[in-house]
C-alpha cells in the first residue's frame, strides 16, 4: 500500500486501505487516510473520482460483491484500475502461500467488471516480454521436486542483479505504453481499466 500511495498523490488526495493492522501502522507514519479493514469498512456518504485494487482481487473470495460495493463508491464517471494474476492453468504453490483464491482469465475479469456496472475502457494483458519464460520457470517447476519444495518466487535464490531489475522495469513501463493503443495477447498478469458510466 505504501509504494501505491507515493505514486498516487502526486493525483491528489488519496486514501489507503488494508487490513492488516501492521501495514496500516506503518503507512499512517508517513501518509494520512489511511483505515483498517476492507471496502465494507467505508462510509457508504464517501464517494471517489478513481480507486485501484492492484493485485487485491484475486485473495477475496467474493469477488464479485467487492467489485459490486467498489461500483457503488466510485463517483459518476470516476475510474477503477484493476491488476490481477493471469491464466489458471498456471498456479502454484507460490499462489497458495500469498493466499490467492483463484488466477483470471481475460474473459473473466471483464464479465465480472462488467457485470459490477462498469464500462471497460481497456483490458490487457502484461508482463508479456517476460511470459515464456515465467510459463517455462511454472512448469519446470512442477515436475522438478526440488524447486517444487520452494515455498515461495520471493525467495531469497530468486532475487534479481540490480542491473537486470532496473531493465525489467523498463521493459514493463515499455509494455504499458504499448498498451494505451493495443492489448497484449499474453502475459502472466492482467490489468483493467474501467469507468463508471455517467449520470
Known sequence: ???NAELLQNF??????DPQKQA???CSKKYDHVILGTVYNIPKEKKFNAITLLDVLEHITDDQETLNTIYEQTKPGGIVLITVPAFPFLWSNHDVLLHHKRRYTKTELKQKTKQAGF???TISHFMFTTFPFFLIFRLC???WRKLAKI???FDPIFLLPRPLNSFLIKIINLEGKIIKHKPLPFGSSLVCCAQKPKK
Open 1 to 3: 500500500m505504501g509504494g
Open 12 to 17: 491528489g488526495e488519496t486514501t489507503g486501505l
Open 24 to 26: 496500516v501502522e506503518t
Open 119 to 121: 464500462e471497460i475502457l
Open 141 to 143: 517447476g512442477r515436475v
Open 151 to 153: 515455498q515461495t518466487y
